[in-house]
C-alpha cells in the first residue's frame, strides 16, 4: 500500500523558515516524479513545485521561487521542503504528493494526510 | 498560468439523480500533437486530501465507478455523475497540467437534496 506521511508543519512567525518532510513508502520512490502541493484553508488546492526522480529537474510556482526548495533522498524515500521568509499567505496544509509514472509529472494519483503550516505573529 | 473557473459553485441532488459540474480553462488544454485534453478532476471528502478521478479528461482512474465521467475538449470540460450516491458528496476540482504550473478550478461543493 502506497502511503505517503508528511510532517514538519507548525506555527512560525512571518519571515521564519520551516522544513517538511515527506516519508514514503509501498512503492519505489526513486521511480517517480514527486510533487508537493497547498491547500489554504477553504481554497482550491495549489501546486507549490516538483522533482524528478533523480533529483535533476526542479520546478515551482512563481509565488514560492527564491524562498522554497524542494529535494529528495532516494536512499531514504524522502520528500523535503525548505521554506524560508514565509509569509501569511503561505499558511495551508502542505500535502506530499506522487505523480504517476506513464501520464505526467503534473498529477497526483497518491497524495499524503498533509501537514499544516500557519505563518503568523 | 491557465486560470480554471469551474460551475457552480455549489450544487446540491437527489440521491440517484444526475450531478453535472462545469470547468472551463482560460485557454485551450488540448495538445495538437498527441490530440489530448490535459485536464483531471479530483474529488475531496471532508479531512481527506484530495483523490484523483479522472484525467486526459474521460479516463477513469484505477478502481473509480463508472458512475462517473469525463467530458469536453479544449477550453470546456464536464464531470458528470450519472447516478448520485451517498457517498458522492464531496468538493470536486477540476486542474489543468498542460503547462507550469499546473492550476485547479476553486472547486463546486456537492450535496443531498
Known amino acids: 500500500e502506497v502511503q505517503l506521511v508528511e510532517s514538519g508543519g507548525g506555527l512560525v512567525q512571518p519571515g521564519g523558515s520551516l522544513r517538511l518532510s515527506c516519508a514514503a513508502s509501498g512503492f519505489a520512490f526513486s521511480g517517480y516524479w514527486m510533487s508537493w502541493v497547498r491547500q489554504a484553508p477553504g481554497k482550491g488546492p495549489e501546486w507549490v513545485a516538483n522533482i524528478k526522480q533523480d533529483g535533476s529537474e526542479k520546478y515551482y510556482v512563481g509565488s514560492v521561487k527564491g524562498r522554497f526548495t524542494i529535494s529528495r533522498d532516494n536512499a531514504n524515500d524522502s520528500l523535503y521542503l525548505q521554506m524560508s521568509s514565509l509569509r501569511a499567505e503561505d499558511t495551508a496544509v502542505y500535502y506530499c504528493?506522487?505523480?504517476?509514472?506513464?501520464?505526467?509529472?503534473?498529477?497526483?494519483?497518491?497524495w499524503g494526510q498533509g501537514t499544516l503550516v500557519i505563518v503568523s505573529s | 498560468d491557465i486560470v480554471m473557473t469551474q460551475s457552480p459553485d455549489s450544487l446540491a441532488v437527489s440521491l440517484g439523480e444526475r450531478a453535472t459540474i462545469n470547468c472551463k480553462s482560460s485557454q485551450s488544454v488540448l495538445y495538437s500533437s498527441n490530440n489530448k485534453n490535459y485536464l483531471a478532476w479530483y474529488q475531496q471528502k471532508p479531512g481527506q486530501p484530495p483523490k484523483m478521478l479522472i484525467y486526459?479528461?474521460?479516463t477513469r482512474e484505477s478502481g473509480v465507478p463508472d458512475r462517473f465521467s469525463g467530458s469536453g475538449s479544449g477550453t470546456d470540460f464536464t464531470l458528470t455523475i450519472s447516478s448520485l450516491q451517498a457517498e458522492d458528496v464531496a468538493v470536486y476540482y477540476c486542474?489543468?497540467?498542460?503547462?507550469?504550473?499546473?492550476?485547479f478550478g476553486q472547486g463546486t461543493k456537492l450535496e443531498l437534496k
Open positions: 486526459w479528461a474521460s
Open positions: 486542474q489543468e497540467y498542460y503547462i507550469h504550473p499546473p492550476t
Open positions: 504528493v506522487r505523480a504517476p509514472p506513464t501520464i505526467s509529472s503534473l498529477l497526483g494519483d497518491s
